[in-house]
């Protein structure tokens, strides 16, 4: 009987549906067809526009209908095919329909790839924003991403490295991934290197940032809102210190077409990290900084960072029209140093092989603190492709500034003792011609 009463009720409705939509005319091909259109375009505009509400719709339908294995699956292999990296959850649910957001509960990152670096991560849960129309424009499907309790290891010791092999920096590929937002709170992670031979410890309190794309991993980390935490035991943080212009302005002026020339198109980060040990700042520098064996080093630097292209570059590979200037000025002390004479030294431009002495003994002699202020410049090319700071030879120009200024103090602690020598020849031979003439008038009266 209840079948039946239900068929009765549907014929109904669909009696009603098909009056409101063709009144009393009957149905025809046109107009069926015309209807699924209609449906299918809304539905599709549904998708790609509002991409998080209909995955997130789908969630909570296949969670009503017992669907949870399939679709948590599903999504796992949607997700290791867009990242090269097996994901893998046990629930998935809607976080928040006004944030549009789905949350990846148990999450675990998995990547064992012989010669390449091994990562095995766990994360309590993470909130995944999805867009279509990204996607299909090139910058991966996912839009924002926040990350909590993450917990692992992150080993590279496995990792091969040819030396007869130029490696290059990774160019832009279409699906690379381009987050309009990246928040993680409550990370802890094992980092191995081959050098140093030592657990590094990354913790990371809080991080936000307002871009973050695989092409300028290091360039959306250095002008980051803020981050706090400690590596290797100590702390570090990035603030911004002042925005130059106001994002949401300078995205309608472009928008309405205004002229956005004369608008400075930059921000100020400042970034600090206290008692670094020295090794981990050797390990990929040149010049003086590489002769030193032992110690520590806190840094402070203030960048000035030219953001035109992270607010305005589209999905796509992001261009660099114009090899802008980024300025850093430095604020760095070594402590508690030990230095040694290289035995096969490198070829450096301003400094010849006799001087290589005189700064080791200056860095032995003055151990305690040694401290430094001097800006760098680097171009915006430098970070194109850039994940780590080796990849910007940011080492090389800091070694090398340091090791000029290192040269300009040896040479000043020089000047007091020829000073010195002069007085005391000077003296000696006033000393000798008036003892000569003291002397030849002795002769000349006695």
Same mark, same amino acid.
């Given at each position: ?18 009056? *409101?939509? #063709?009144?009393?005319?009957?149905? @025809?091909? &046109?107009? *069926? ?19 998080? #509400? !209909? ?10 209908? %017992?669907?949870? $294995?399939?679709?948590? &699956? ?21 976080? +928040? ?14 990547? &064992? ?45 496995? !990792? ?6 130029? /490696? ?46 695989? %092409?300028?991993? *290091?360039?959306?980390?250095? #002008? !980051?809102?803020?981050?706090?935490? +400690? ?13 130059? @212009? ?15 020339? &004369?608008?400075?198109?930059?921000? $100020? ?20 900084? =590489?002769?030193? =064996?032992?110690? +520590? ?27 802008? $200037? ?19 030294? $490198?070829?450096? =431009? ?17 151990? @305690?603190?040694?401290?430094? %202020? ?6 915006? +090319? ?18 090398? !500034? ?36 003291? /002397? %030849? ?6």
């Amino acid at each position: 009987r209840e079948p039946k009463k239900f068929m009765e009720l549907f014929s109904v409705k669909l009696a009603k549906a098909r009056r *409101l939509l #063709t009144g009393d005319r009957p149905w @025809t091909l &046109d107009r *069926l067809y015309a209807i699924i259109s209609v449906i299918a375009l809304g539905t599709t505009t549904w998708i790609i526009v509002g991409t998080t #509400t !209909a995955m997130s719709s789908i969630i909570v339908l296949a969670n009503t209908l %017992q669907f949870q $294995e399939y679709l948590v &699956d599903k999504i796992g292999r949607i997700l290791t095919k867009h990242t090269g990296i097996t994901i893998s959850f046990e629930h998935a649910e809607v976080a +928040s329909w006004t944030d549009s957001a789905i949350r990846l509960k148990n999450v675990s990152i998995e990547r &064992d790839v012989p010669d390449y670096t091994r990562i095995s991560l766990t994360a309590e849960h993470i909130d995944v924003k999805l867009s279509v129309d990204r996607y299909l424009k090139g910058s991966g499907i996912v839009e924002e991403l926040t990350i909590r309790g993450m917990h692992g290891e992150v080993d590279s010791r496995v !990792a091969y490295w040819d030396p007869a092999v130029e /490696y290059l920096k990774p160019k832009w590929g279409f699906g690379d991934f381009d987050l309009s937002k990246l928040h993680m709170e409550d990370v802890v992670v094992e980092v191995y290197q081959q050098e140093p031979n030592r657990p590094l410890h990354l913790c990371l309190y809080q991080l936000e940032c307002d871009r973050f794309r695989r %092409q300028w991993i *290091l360039y959306d980390i250095c #002008t !980051a809102k803020y981050i706090h935490g +400690s590596f290797d035991r100590c702390l570090f943080n990035v603030q911004r210190v002042k925005n130059h @212009t106001d994002v949401r302005d300078a995205r309608k002026l472009s928008k309405s077409g205004g002229e956005t020339a &004369d608008v400075d198109f930059t921000i $100020e980060n400042r970034m600090k990290l206290d008692g670094l040990n020295i090794d981990l700042l050797t390990a990929g520098s040149t010049g003086p900084l =590489s002769w030193l =064996s032992s110690g +520590s080093v806190d840094i402070e630097l203030v960048g000035k960072f030219p953001v035109r292209h992270k607010l305005f570059s589209s999905s796509v590979q992001p261009d660099v029209h114009e090899d802008e $200037e980024i300025s850093l000025d430095f604020d760095l002390h070594l402590n508690n140093l030990t230095a040694k004479v290289p035995i096969n030294p $490198e070829d450096i =431009s301003y400094m010849t092989n006799a001087l290589i002495r005189p700064v080791v003994a200056y860095m032995n002699t003055n151990y @305690t603190s040694i401290p430094f %202020q001097f800006p760098v410049s680097m171009r915006l +090319s430098d970070f194109d492709g850039s994940w780590y700071p080796m990849d910007t030879k940011i080492w090389t120009y800091v070694s090398d !500034a340091v090791g000029r200024e290192m040269l300009e103090r040896v040479e000043e602690q020089k000047k007091p003792r020829r000073l010195r020598e002069i007085l005391f020849l000077g003296a000696d031979g006033v000393l000798r011609g008036i003892s000569f003439i003291a /002397y %030849q008038a002795l002769e000349y009266y006695v």
